[in-house]
T-cell receptor
């Protein structure tokens, strides 16, 4: 079953613009992660934010987490054509040593040159 | 260092057959997870292995099984294939040993088509 729900499902922007993607989830988490996937290939880990963190930056990426609203957002600044991909949020919840990622359905981002 | 390697990249099988997919994690990573990705259901967790033991399992029928070897390499097997098993199967490894937040490194996947 899907934990995260991303919004919007598809986003088309011009190169240089910022892209904001949102994710909502339903249950408790230990951390939330964002991944990128190009054309049905493997997922690439972008950024991880722990449940006790509110904001995190990595290069052109900024992620926020609001555990009271069970939501997260990913901001990509100054987008490039190479950012065109599908983006997934994934919640990570572990008990003891058991863990698994639960993914949303993904957001398709198109960046027009 | 080398990434997560999945073989084969593409596979075509007939209904009723069985298939084995292989995954070599990043050196030193002892946790290996498997995910199935389809257009309809998205990314779904299959199972996770750590030190040759299955630690977690998703909601898939018993036709889906896996194992992990002492060198952390993992295989998953699907028996009595059905058309609905056509999917991209992704393997991921992580350095997590217990509690703690770690990202996962994914392989490029095996595209399985059942005809």
């Amino acid at each position: 079953s899907q934990q995260g729900e991303e919004d919007p499902q598809a986003l088309s922007i011009q190169e240089g613009e910022n892209a904001t993607m949102n994710c909502s989830y339903k249950t408790s988490i230990n951390n939330l992660q964002w991944y990128r996937q190009n054309s049905g290939r493997g997922l690439v880990h972008l950024i991880l934010i722990r449940s006790n963190e509110r904001e995190k930056h990595s290069g052109r990426l900024r992620v926020t987490l609001d555990t009271s609203k069970k939501s997260s957002s990913l901001l990509i600044t100054a987008s490039r054509a190479a950012d065109t991909a599908s983006y997934f949020c994934a919640t990570d919840f572990y008990t003891g040593a058991n863990s698994k990622l639960t993914f949303g359905k993904g957001i398709t981002l198109s960046v027009r040159p | 260092k080398a990434g997560v390697t999945q073989t084969p990249r593409y596979l075509i099988k007939t209904r009723g057959q069985q298939v084995t997919l292989s995954c070599s994690p990043i050196s030193g990573h002892r946790s290996v997870s498997w995910y199935q990705q389809t257009p309809g259901q998205g990314l779904q967790f299959l199972f996770e292995y750590f030190s040759e033991t299955q630690r977690n399992k998703g909601n898939f029928p018993g036709r889906f099984s896996g194992r992990q070897f002492s060198n952390s390499r993992s295989e998953m097997n699907v028996s009595t294939l059905e058309l609905g098993d056509s999917a991209l199967y992704l393997c991921a490894s992580t350095n997590r040993r217990g509690q703690g937040a770690y990202g996962y490194t994914f392989g490029s996947g095996t595209r399985l088509t059942v005809v």
